[in-house]
């Protein structure tokens, strides 16, 4: 397959899931709150791409949401180019993925992550992953969503592929990404009216902080956005509305 066909595919479903999980938090919030949405530019003197980061605050369900859409392209710094495959032997690159962080309300909603990306040099792949942080345990959410994900990869290759493959590839990102659209509907549908104290909050503020380190001491693709000329606003979306630390 053309690579440019494969940049098109991957591009445009990233951007259709945009919509979907945009369109799925708004049904939850009852279309009572609309996104805010910017476009960027990665940068301001050529053409290299850019993307769109949609927020919304302070809804009846999610206290914050960001839902950013990326396509980016240019050449990698030379500092980075020997960790990224196939960088070394062209620093050209392309790029494009989504990814999503809901911080909630309620403090018995954990808050949930998502990416998912496709990344071309002289060689191509995609990448990325889904994580929920529970400020309150729940060891039934919890084997739940492994379980979930199990089953959703073991509907592609019990083992994973030695080779890549775009077509079985970009079958599973997709999966991947419908299956974090069912996940997060379900446990705000099962959790969205459970009662919650001033304590649970607190709880949930301090679990915040921790998130925030996390996000900006030893998250990877923070980092590497930051360091690379990303769009600061969409890269640090990520950051909860209110934290605190003890």
């Known amino acids: 397959m053309d690579n440019e066909i494969k940049k098109d595919l991957a591009s445009n479903w990233f951007k259709l899931l945009q919509n979907a999980i945009c369109n799925d938090i708004s049904r939850l919030e009852k279309n009572k709150i609309k996104f805010k949405s910017t476009f960027w530019q990665r940068s301001k003197d050529r053409d290299e791409g850019g993307g769109e980061y949609r927020i919304i605050k302070n809804g009846k369900i999610f206290e914050k949401v960001g839902v950013n859409f990326s396509k980016v392209y240019g050449k990698f710094p030379k500092k980075f180019q020997k960790n990224i495959p196939g960088a070394s032997k062209d620093p050209r690159f392309w790029a494009s993925g989504i990814s999503i962080v809901m911080h909630m309300q309620n403090p018995h909603i954990p808050a949930m992550h998502f990416n998912t990306r496709y990344i071309c040099t002289t060689q191509n792949w995609f990448g990325g992953g889904m994580d929920v942080t529970p400020s309150i345990k729940d060891k039934k959410e919890e084997s739940n969503f492994h379980l979930s994900l199990k089953k959703m990869c073991d509907r592609h290759n019990k083992t994973y592929y030695k080779k890549d493959n775009f077509e079985k590839d970009f079958k599973f990102v997709r999966d991947v990404g419908v299956t974090f659209q069912m996940i997060f509907n379900s446990i705000i549908e099962n959790k ?50 209110v934290a605190k630390w003890k």
């Open 192 to 241: 969205t009216k459970k009662k919650w104290t001033l304590k649970d909050k607190e709880m949930q503020y301090i679990k915040r902080g921790r998130y925030a380190e996390f996000n900006l001491l030893y998250d990877r693709g923070t980092k590497f956005g930051l360091q690379t000329g990303g769009n600061v606003e969409g890269i640090l979306m990520s950051l909860p509305p």
